[in-house]
Each structure stands twice: as structure tokens, then as C-alpha cells.
């Protein structure tokens, strides 16, 4: 008994491969993300530093994270320390965007 192997007729894929032979699709150059480098002129690192601060938060915290970034926040602002309680308020704006915007109408001067 012999095997034959039948290549499967996709109709959308060959009128894509007619389409592209016509020049009437373009082609996408796409390039590596890397993210241990310089990017685009910027030295140091391509993270934003709220971020990495928040996923370090998150992982000690889990789910509670948002609560316990809320309760730092207003501990350092009880404490008359505003730059840190900003700190903790942008922590908290990456979990909870209403917690953030009350704790900064509450607790920061204007």
C-alpha cells in the first residue's frame, strides 16, 4: 500500500499569494523587539519605573496588592512625605485607576 501526501487547496491562501505576486499587497518589515539595549537613542533601561515597581508590589502582595499600595500611600502622606505618597499613588493607579484618582484627591495637596 503506498502513502500519498495531498497538499490542502486554501482558496484565501492562494488568491493572498496571487495578490502578493501582483505587488498588490505590501510587505511588512518586521524587526525584533529587544529590550536589552539602548532603544532609539534613550540609554538605560526601556521599562517605565512605576511599572517595575508595581509588578515587584504585585508580587509580594497578589490580589491585595491595590489595598495594601492605598494604605502606603496614605501612611506617607499622614507622615507630611507628598513625593512618596505620589509614589505610591501611581502604584496604585496601575491596579486600580478610581482607588488612585480618590486617593489623589484625598490625600495630596492641590
Given at each position: 500500500?503506498?502513502?500519498?501526501?495531498?497538499?490542502?487547496?486554501?482558496?484565501?491562501?492562494?488568491?493572498?499569494?496571487?495578490?502578493?505576486?501582483?505587488?498588490?499587497?505590501?510587505r511588512?518589515?518586521?524587526?525584533?523587539?529587544?529590550?536589552?539595549?539602548?532603544?532609539?537613542?534613550?540609554?538605560?533601561?526601556?521599562?517605565?519605573?512605576?511599572?517595575?515597581?508595581?509588578?515587584?508590589?504585585?508580587?509580594?502582595?497578589?490580589?491585595?496588592?491595590?489595598?495594601?499600595?492605598?494604605?502606603?500611600?496614605?501612611?506617607?502622606?499622614?507622615?507630611?512625605?507628598?513625593?512618596?505618597a505620589?509614589?505610591?499613588?501611581?502604584?496604585?493607579?496601575?491596579?486600580?485607576?478610581?482607588?488612585?484618582?480618590?486617593?489623589?484627591?484625598?490625600?495630596?495637596?492641590?
Open positions: 500500500m503506498s502513502i500519498r501526501l495531498a497538499t490542502a487547496q486554501d482558496p484565501a491562501r492562494n488568491a493572498g499569494k496571487h495578490a502578493a505576486g501582483r505587488g498588490l499587497v505590501t511588512v518589515r518586521v524587526l525584533a523587539a529587544n529590550d536589552n539595549g539602548a532603544v532609539e537613542g534613550i540609554a538605560g533601561s526601556a521599562f517605565d519605573p512605576v511599572l517595575v515597581a508595581a509588578l515587584r508590589h504585585f508580587a509580594r502582595h497578589g490580589l491585595d496588592a491595590p489595598r495594601v499600595a492605598h494604605a502606603e500611600a496614605a501612611r506617607s502622606a499622614s507622615e507630611g512625605n507628598a513625593p512618596v505620589a509614589e505610591w499613588i501611581a502604584i496604585t493607579g496601575m491596579f486600580d485607576r478610581r482607588l488612585a484618582a480618590a486617593a489623589k484627591r484625598e490625600l495630596l495637596p492641590a
